[in-house]
């Protein structure tokens, strides 16, 4: 038996991608629950700030602490609101500056079709397995998020900036011209940000997800309506766990659930 309070899992990139779940009894690794039985018991809810037993409201955190915290100012979700680099506080400057003031990447995934995003450098690969995203690319590299921001924007009138999830786990992305993509992505660019282009350093990361079978369908599980859930794990692709019978479930999307795992 397994306990704890969801937080997203830790990823190491390997061939496929590795998995943990971090529980009170240390990290889970998930990938070595393929195609064993696993049922999830809904216990309760924690923020994941003040750590008090209250109901979720967002991203893992209570309703005071989704509007007070900083780690979820409006510029999390669009960088182009980013205001450190002029020395503007939002909600704590502090935090703002160590968050915003780093080298930040706009880039190119493909998960259910060619999207484009923004992350801070030392986020890769991580952000493309959170998405999951089987290939991706960096175009841009800036010094802050506002900058980044600067870029999605341009983009986005080209690109889509969001991800089909259910054709994500389906697995249906069609393949694309890269290099035709890519040039096709510098064109929308600014000229403010034509400097930062990589010019000679263009590669793509290829993911692998230890998937042993896709979904044709997808139903979600939640948590609140289906407190007890159990079945056969026969993949994970994102944050999320694919089981045999169609359900998935988003660990992400259920941050600060508490639960109780146990594995046959």
Same mark, same amino acid.
């Given at each position: 038996?397994?306990?704890?309070?969801?937080?997203?899992?830790?990823?190491?990139?390997?061939?496929?991608?590795?998995?943990?779940?971090?529980?009170?009894?240390?990290?889970?690794?998930?990938?070595?629950?393929?195609?064993?039985?696993?049922?999830?018991?809904?216990?309760?809810?924690?923020?994941?700030?003040?750590?008090?037993?209250?109901?979720?409201?967002?991203?893992?955190?209570?309703?005071?602490?989704?509007?007070?915290?900083?780690?979820?100012?409006?510029? /999390?979700?669009? *960088?182009?609101?980013?205001? !450190?680099?002029? #020395? $503007? =506080?939002?909600?704590?400057?502090?935090?703002?500056? &160590?968050?915003?003031?780093?080298?930040?990447?706009?880039?190119?995934?493909?998960?259910?079709?060619?999207?484009?995003?923004?992350?801070?450098?030392?986020?890769?690969?991580?952000?493309?397995?959170?998405?999951?995203?089987?290939?991706?690319?960096?175009? /841009?590299?800036? *010094?802050?998020?506002?900058? !980044?921001?600067? #870029? $999605? =924007?341009?983009?986005?009138?080209?690109?889509?900036? &969001?991800?089909?999830?259910?054709?994500?786990?389906?697995?249906?992305?069609?393949?694309?011209?890269?290099?035709?993509?890519?040039?096709?992505?510098?064109?929308?660019?600014?000229?403010?940000?034509?400097?930062?282009?990589?010019?000679?350093?263009?590669?793509?990361?290829?993911?692998?997800?230890?998937?042993?079978?896709?979904? $044709?369908?997808?139903?979600?599980?939640?948590?609140?309506?289906?407190?007890?859930?159990?079945?056969?794990?026969?993949?994970?692709?994102?944050?999320?766990?694919?089981?045999?019978?169609?359900?998935?479930?988003?660990?992400?999307?259920?941050?600060?659930?508490?639960?109780?795992?146990?594995?046959?």
């Amino acid at each position: 038996m397994f306990e704890g309070t969801l937080k997203k899992m830790q990823t190491e990139l390997a061939d496929p991608i590795n998995y943990f779940l971090n529980t009170k009894e240390g990290f889970l690794h998930m990938n070595q629950c393929l195609g064993r039985i696993i049922q999830i018991q809904h216990s309760g809810s924690q923020c994941l700030h003040c750590n008090q037993l209250l109901p979720i409201f967002r991203q893992g955190y209570c309703k005071s602490c989704f509007f007070e915290s900083p780690a979820t100012g409006d510029w /999390i979700m669009r *960088p182009e609101l980013s205001k !450190a680099h002029l #020395g $503007e =506080v939002d909600r704590d400057l502090e935090y703002e500056q &160590k968050m915003q003031l780093q080298p930040h990447v706009v880039y190119l995934a493909l998960s259910s079709h060619l999207k484009v995003g923004v992350t801070r450098k030392s986020q890769l690969p991580t952000r493309w397995i959170d998405q999951g995203a089987h290939e991706a690319a960096v175009l /841009i590299e800036v *010094p802050n998020r506002y900058l !980044a921001g600067v #870029g $999605e =924007v341009a983009l986005k009138a080209h690109f889509s900036d &969001k991800t089909n999830w259910r054709k994500m786990l389906q697995h249906q992305a069609e393949p694309i011209a890269w290099e035709e993509e890519r040039i096709k992505a510098l064109d929308c660019l600014p000229n403010e940000l034509k400097p930062y282009i990589k010019e000679h350093d263009f590669w793509v990361q290829k993911l692998q997800f230890p998937v042993l079978h896709y979904p $044709e369908k997808v139903s979600s599980l939640n948590l609140i309506k289906t407190p007890l859930f159990e079945g056969k794990l026969t993949g994970i692709k994102g944050q999320y766990l694919l089981f045999e019978d169609q359900t998935v479930f988003n660990v992400r999307s259920n941050e600060g659930q508490r639960v109780k795992l146990s594995i046959d």
